[in-house]
């Protein structure tokens, strides 16, 4: 695969990937409704939210790694079209 050379910002690319996966956000947003309602501590919610996190850069880190996995280059192949060698009488002007 190309390489760019823009390197993407973590911070931006987290968010955008949350925004993705918004619905990963909906347990997070019961408990802090719960946490209105009825009075349930609010480390449910930032528990919700820190997995919901995790998840995200966990899975940020294993796709980048193994979209690295594929980066080496191919090392050089012999020309082995007899059309393009410079030796070969084919590609010399006649006058």
Request: glycine share 8%; net charge positive.
């Given at each position: 695969?190309?390489?760019?050379?823009?390197?993407?910002?973590?911070?931006?690319?987290?968010?955008?990937?949350?925004?993705?996966?918004?619905?990963?956000?909906?347990?997070?947003?019961?408990?802090?409704?719960?946490?209105?309602?009825?009075?349930?501590?609010?480390?449910?919610?930032?528990?919700?939210?820190?997995?919901?996190?995790?998840?995200?850069?966990?899975?940020?880190?294993?796709?980048g790694w193994a979209r690295d996995c594929g980066d080496t280059?191919?090392?050089?192949?012999?020309?082995?079209?007899?059309?393009?060698?410079?030796?070969?009488?084919?590609?010399?002007?006649?006058?």
């Amino acid at each position: 695969m190309r390489r760019t050379k823009r390197t993407g910002n973590f911070l931006l690319t987290l968010l955008f990937n949350m925004l993705l996966n918004l619905e990963w956000g909906i347990p997070a947003l019961v408990l802090l409704i719960l946490h209105f309602v009825i009075g349930l501590s609010i480390w449910w919610f930032v528990g919700a939210m820190a997995f919901w996190i995790l998840c995200m850069i966990t899975g940020m880190w294993i796709i980048g790694w193994a979209r690295d996995c594929g980066d080496t280059p191919d090392p050089p192949k012999e020309n082995k079209n007899p059309y393009s060698n410079k030796n070969s009488n084919f590609n010399k002007r006649k006058n």
